[in-house]
């Protein structure tokens, strides 16, 4: 069964000082793994989708790595705008079915 | 450039009662989904259609009802509420031969007492 673990569930980083999240999966054949952030009372919005491992992509302060078997959401030099939830989600191939991790719920102080 | 369109925003219903959850997209997007959205729980997926005529159940089907008449709407359909239905319910689409990244729409709140 496909499944995705975040962690961890909520972070409290002071402004400027940089972290990771952490996606764990499990899925039959990876066709795709995503990132996305919420704001409250949002909608998910996209950020980053990686295809194979060794992939990266950089938005900004933001870079996501891929793993076999897990995902890194690198955060450096934050900044109290980038409080949101970030949510974490992978397809399997031969199917259009999405899963959801829990998310983990930043927030940066100033 | 309207994207996904929910609506209502908000809504409150009394168990028993019946509602309709409207989506819309103008991106000329073949696959649409509504997932609900609950403390704790992570984004669950309900139904899903990969084009107009073509629906099929998620994870967490039961209660709720879709069609697909054309490209553009997906409404999902509550046929006799439950105070288990009150959540956040978010509608999203996606191009099918695309990099599959989904576009979401800003959510439907639903109360149900």
């Known amino acids: 069964e496909d499944q995705v673990t975040q962690s961890p569930e909520a972070l409290r980083l002071q402004e400027g000082e940089s972290s990771s999240l952490n996606c764990s999966y499990t899925?039959?054949?990876?066709?795709?793994l995503f990132w996305y952030r919420q704001d409250p009372g949002k909608g998910p919005e996209f950020l980053f989708t990686?295809?194979?491992a060794g992939e990266e992509k950089e938005k900004e302060r933001l870079k996501a790595t891929l793993t076999k078997k897990e995902s890194f959401l690198h955060i450096t030099a934050p900044k109290p705008e980038d409080s949101a939830t970030y949510l974490c989600?992978?397809?399997?191939?031969?199917?259009?079915?999405?899963?959801f991790g829990t998310g983990t719920r930043l927030k940066v102080l100033a | 450039n309207a994207g996904v369109t929910q609506t209502p925003k908000f809504q409150v219903l009394k168990t028993g009662q019946s509602m309709t959850l409207q989506c819309a997209q103008d991106?000329?997007?073949?696959?649409m989904s509504w997932y609900r959205q609950d403390p704790g729980m992570g984004l669950r997926l309900i139904h899903y259609?990969?084009?107009?005529?073509?629906?099929d159940q998620g994870e967490v089907p039961n209660g709720y009802n879709v069609s697909r008449s054309t490209t553009e709407d997906f409404p999902l359909r509550l046929l006799s509420a439950a105070p288990s239905q009150t959540s956040v319910y978010f509608c999203?689409?996606?191009?099918?031969?695309?990099?599959?990244?989904?576009?979401f729409g800003e959510g439907s709140r639903l109360t149900v007492l």
């Open positions: 999203a689409s996606s191009y099918v031969a695309g990099g599959g990244e989904l576009f």
């Open positions: 899925v039959s054949g990876l066709r795709g």
């Open positions: 990686l295809y194979s």
């Open positions: 989600a992978v397809r399997g191939s031969g199917t259009y079915k999405y899963i």
């Open positions: 991106m000329n997007h073949e696959y």
């Open positions: 259609s990969v084009g107009a005529g073509i629906t």
